[in-house]
């Protein structure tokens, strides 16, 4: 089992930015691939960005990349997300995952989640 623990979201005027956490336990962090998706209200879940479990290998969203930036740190079971130029459309509850296997940009593929950590962008 892994437990997940986002943390660092809030509310922040449009152009702000704001970096979220994920503390890892449970599992050796340095074996899992992680990712972060997000979800607005009325709206499916979808995918933000993602980094293997060695922190070489990243993925983002079309609609985030070159704003957000991920990355983890294996000598504290973390992952980050530093989000730049935020707009009122990132407004979502943000959700940290774990993968075991292959790295993967679809959430169902995704073994565990945290209970997420909302950001609010206001105009």
């Known amino acids: 089992q892994v437990q997940l623990v986002e943390s660092g979201g809030g509310l922040v005027q449009a152009g702000g930015s704001l970096r979220l956490s994920c503390a890892a336990s449970g599992r050796t962090f340095s074996s899992l691939h992680m990712g972060w998706f997000r979800q607005a209200p009325g709206k499916e879940r979808e995918f933000v960005a993602c980094v293997d479990a060695s922190g070489g290998l990243r993925f983002y969203a079309d609609s985030v990349k070159g704003r957000f930036t991920i990355s983890r740190d294996n000598a504290l079971n973390t992952v980050y997300l530093q989000m730049n130029s935020l707009k009122p459309e990132d407004t979502a509850l943000y959700y940290c995952?774990?993968?075991?296997?292959?790295?993967?940009?679809?959430?169902?593929?995704?073994?565990?989640w945290g209970q997420g950590t909302q950001v609010t962008v206001s105009s």
């Open positions: 995952a774990a993968k075991i296997g292959p790295i993967s940009l679809i959430s169902t593929e995704y073994d565990y």
